[in-house]
């Protein structure tokens, strides 16, 4: 995968198909550890310890369609290439929780992507479930729930062209509105 949005797009999927109705995105940034840490955390179906052990096997797949899960395990290659790694703890009809840190620092880190449109697809894709992305860099934090957006919008459904197109937008300007303070913020400390 060439970024970290494409990694979360592809492990929400895997979400999305084990049944959650609720989907918890986080990325932290912290510069003091030097550490980027994503985590995806889903009240769906859950896994047996057994599974979850074999999840970082690109030959393993519990989907019928294909023979190959690359997802976790591309997942952990970037992470590992990056001096980090993966954790994934999971509990058959407790969901399951899927954690990757990178080093910040490192080369091989890699670019955070599209998030903005990540997040705002998942949600417009699958308005029956609800998602929760917060990113925190140091002190400062952004959350976006789909539940307020869709308390907000009352009757009008998160899957319209245009609501969609809204969501990327309202992300993508707090991002790098917290971006922005994030680097000023470090820059005089």
């Known amino acids: 995968m060439k970024d970290i949005a494409l990694h979360i797009?592809?492990?929400?999927?895997?979400?999305?198909?084990?049944?959650?109705?609720?989907?918890?995105?986080?990325?932290?940034?912290?510069r003091g550890s030097d550490r980027f840490t994503l985590t995806l955390t889903d009240?769906?179906?859950?896994?047996?310890?057994?599974?979850?052990?074999?999840?970082t096997d690109p030959w393993f797949t519990s989907r019928t369609t294909r023979r190959v899960g690359m997802g976790i395990p591309l997942l952990m290659q970037s992470a590992v290439q990056a001096g980090g790694g993966i954790d994934i703890s999971s509990e058959p009809g407790n969901g399951t929780r899927v954690t990757a840190v990178f080093s910040l620092s490192h080369i091989d880190l890699p670019p955070k992507g599209d998030i903005a449109g990540v997040i705002s697809m998942l949600a417009g894709a699958n308005p029956e479930i609800d998602f929760v992305y917060r990113h925190k860099c140091g002190e400062a934090e952004y959350i976006f729930d789909t539940r307020e957006v869709?308390?907000?919008?009352?009757?009008?459904?998160?899957?319209?062209?245009?609501?969609?197109?809204?969501?990327?937008?309202?992300?993508?300007?707090?991002?790098?509105?917290?971006?922005?303070?994030?680097?000023?913020?470090?820059?005089?400390?």
């Open 43 to 55: 009240n769906g179906c859950g896994m047996d310890s057994e599974t979850v052990q074999k999840l």
């Open 9 to 30: 797009l592809d492990i929400a999927r895997n979400s999305v198909v084990a049944g959650a109705e609720l989907i918890v995105i986080e990325t932290k940034e912290c």
């Open 150 to 189: 869709k308390e907000v919008l009352e009757n009008v459904p998160l899957s319209e062209p245009k609501v969609i197109g809204y969501m990327k937008e309202m992300i993508g300007e707090n991002l790098g509105e917290l971006e922005e303070h994030f680097i000023k913020y470090n820059k005089n400390h």
